[in-house]
């Protein structure tokens, strides 16, 4: 039943490697975003996709790159992981595009690089 | 940058109602008022979202001034449940549209 959802749930790993965060939703919405929360608590948006096109690319290293294989899929893989990259990200979905924006948040991927 | 201004913190008895503030003097003519809240380790939830209108739905109520220039979440009942960073995003409508979190309002419920 979980509507956003997220794998892992936590990710530890090396400076320097590459990884993934996988996300899907089960919503029928046709636009997906990336969040980053870092240590400060500060939520701030990554990416945005419609309908799989990108529509938001906030100043993001090209060490992030998302991947929509289908509209109910955004995954995000970061290469040559750095120590800044340690934060909570969060996944969300919206519905077709309507008067208001209301998003689905999933429960979130800890990254921790060592 | 959010655009918007709120305390940093706030403490609620259980059971009371809880009364959050929000300041978005610069809001433009088609920018809604939203509210999410985070509660510890999980993701945003959507709360509540109006224009103009006061707004009510089964989880809390959203005043807006007239002037549109702020707004007040009110929790009628707060619950230990309710305890939660609140944040208050103005952002025009359609899904395509930002939402830039500030640093919002810690709400602590107390027995």
């Known amino acids: 039943d979980t509507a956003v959802s997220q794998t892992p749930k936590y990710l530890v790993t090396q400076m320097g490697n590459d990884k993934s965060i996988k996300c899907e939703q089960n919503?029928?919405?046709?636009?997906m975003y990336w969040y980053k929360q870092d240590s400060k608590k500060f939520l701030k948006i990554m990416f945005s996709?419609?309908?799989?096109?990108?529509?938001i690319n906030e100043t993001v290293p090209n060490r992030f790159s998302p991947k929509s294989p289908d509209k109910a899929h955004l995954n995000l893989h970061i290469n040559s992981l750095e120590l800044g990259d340690s934060a909570v990200y969060f996944c969300?979905?919206?519905?077709?595009?309507?008067?208001?924006?209301?998003?689905?948040f999933g429960p979130g991927t800890r990254l921790t690089v060592l | 940058d959010a655009k918007t201004t709120q305390p940093t913190s706030m403490d609620c008895a259980e059971g009371r109602a809880a009364n959050l503030p929000c300041n978005h003097s610069?809001?433009?003519?088609?920018?809604?008022v939203y509210w999410y809240r985070q509660i510890h380790s999980q993701g945003p939830q959507y709360i509540i979202h109006?224009?103009?209108n006061n707004e009510t739905n089964e989880m809390a109520s959203l005043i807006i001034t007239e002037d549109r220039k702020s707004s007040t979440l009110i929790l009628p009942h707060a619950t230990l449940r309710d305890t939660a960073v609140y944040y208050c995003?103005?952002?025009?409508?359609?899904?395509?549209?930002?939402?830039?979190f500030g640093k919002g309002t810690k709400l602590s419920v107390k027995p």
């Open positions: 969300a979905s919206s519905p077709p595009q309507g008067t208001y924006n209301e998003q689905f």
């Open positions: 919503l029928g919405h046709d636009t």
């Open positions: 996709y419609n309908n799989k096109e990108l529509i």
């Open positions: 610069t809001i433009s003519g088609n920018e809604y």
């Open positions: 109006g224009l103009k």
């Open positions: 995003i103005v952002s025009p409508g359609g899904s395509q549209g930002n939402l830039i």
